[in-house]
């Protein structure tokens, strides 16, 4: 099946035209291993994949089919994303104990899967890798607990931010701040930073309450209007994006499904490329959809359930990833799923 016959960039993204997603191809090329990060490219046509089999695999999104393959056995492959050519950065997976670690991340030319450039600065795993989703930067999160600003024409940071303890990170759309996240017990907080001046300090400071959760994502609406928290339990919070306070938490209709998985730092939400809705990935490989629309700034905070499940029977919607072109999103767990809309 084609998923480009039905995926149209004009298309636009309705609460029942979403309810209608189901899955449509299926794809096994990790040989039955954890799949640990998804990300699309700038035109939607591929899809890339890492996975702890040390690999990176490639599929066409037009055709619905397996594109390409790259072994990194010697050095692992973690967080494999995009730029804005066909190529793409990953971090290492160095084996816990290996004397004297690699930590490096790679940049990596899909088309002839040679390696471009390393960069060398983290002193321990890289934990999230986010592209500038504008211009040729980068930042990297890691477990040293530092974000590192990289160019992707020089191999040593320009700049890095302390966050004196596991956090998460991600760009606004348009490349001019970015936002760090982490939590602490009962408390959590959002720092907002200038791009162009983050190592002086935050322009912005949210306090959230917490129930003691570990922070897996943090991601910005393209519409610029909220910022996702992505959590390792049944809730995630949406805040506002200009403001930083909590306008809403999304809360599942089976928490007791979570008890039975732990998620580690994966990436289980997404929103829609419109900002609209949210799509959180569920232990039972189903998919819930949480509807935005009637968000506003100002109010006090309300609990979304889901207004919609979308059925699979895939083992856990680990990773879930909005293609930014094409009407089609994908899921994973140890295989990649690819779901389609009914727009007949």
Request: neutral net charge; hydrophobic residues 35%.
């Amino acid at each position: 099946m084609s998923l480009a016959k039905k995926a149209t960039s004009t298309v636009p993204i309705t609460e029942a035209l979403v309810a209608t997603f189901r899955p449509a191809k299926r794809l096994s090329h990790h040989d039955g291993a954890s799949i640990t990060s998804l990300d699309f490219d700038d035109t939607g046509q591929y899809l890339v994949s890492a996975g702890v089999d040390k690999s990176i695999q490639v599929y066409d999104c037009y055709k619905g089919t397996h594109h390409k393959d790259v072994q990194s056995q010697k050095y692992g492959a973690h967080l494999a994303r995009f730029t804005h050519a066909f190529e793409c950065l990953y971090a290492s997976t160095p084996v816990i104990g290996t004397p004297d670690p690699d930590h490096s991340i790679r940049y990596l030319s899909l088309a002839s899967k040679g390696y471009l450039r390393y960069f060398k600065g983290h002193k321990d795993q890289v934990l999230q890798l986010e592209v500038n989703p504008v211009g040729d930067t980068f930042m990297t999160l890691s477990a040293d607990h530092t974000v590192k600003h990289w160019d992707l024409r020089l191999p040593s940071p320009t700049g890095s931010v302390g966050t004196g303890a596991t956090a998460v990170v991600g760009f606004d759309p348009r490349g001019i701040m970015f936002a760090t996240g982490t939590c602490n017990g009962n408390t959590g907080t959002v720092l907002f930073y200038d791009t162009t001046a983050y190592e002086r300090a935050a322009f912005l400071v949210s306090r959230l309450d917490t129930s003691g959760e570990t922070w897996t994502k943090l991601e910005f609406s393209n519409n610029g209007r909220y910022v996702l928290i992505g959590t390792s339990t049944y809730k995630h919070v949406v805040l506002d994006a200009v403001l930083g306070k909590a306008l809403a938490s999304l809360a599942s209709n089976d928490p007791a499904a979570w008890s039975r998985l732990d998620y580690g730092t994966l990436e289980s939400v997404c929103f829609t490329p419109d900002g609209k809705y949210v799509l959180s990935g569920m232990p039972n490989g189903s998919v819930s959809v949480y509807s935005l629309v009637g968000l506003k700034t100002g109010a006090d905070p309300v609990v979304l359930r889901p207004y919609a499940t979308l059925p699979c029977t895939q083992t856990a919607a680990k990773i879930v990833a909005f293609n930014p072109k094409l009407l089609t999103f994908a899921s994973a767990d140890n295989q990649v799923v690819l779901w389609s809309a009914n727009l007949e």
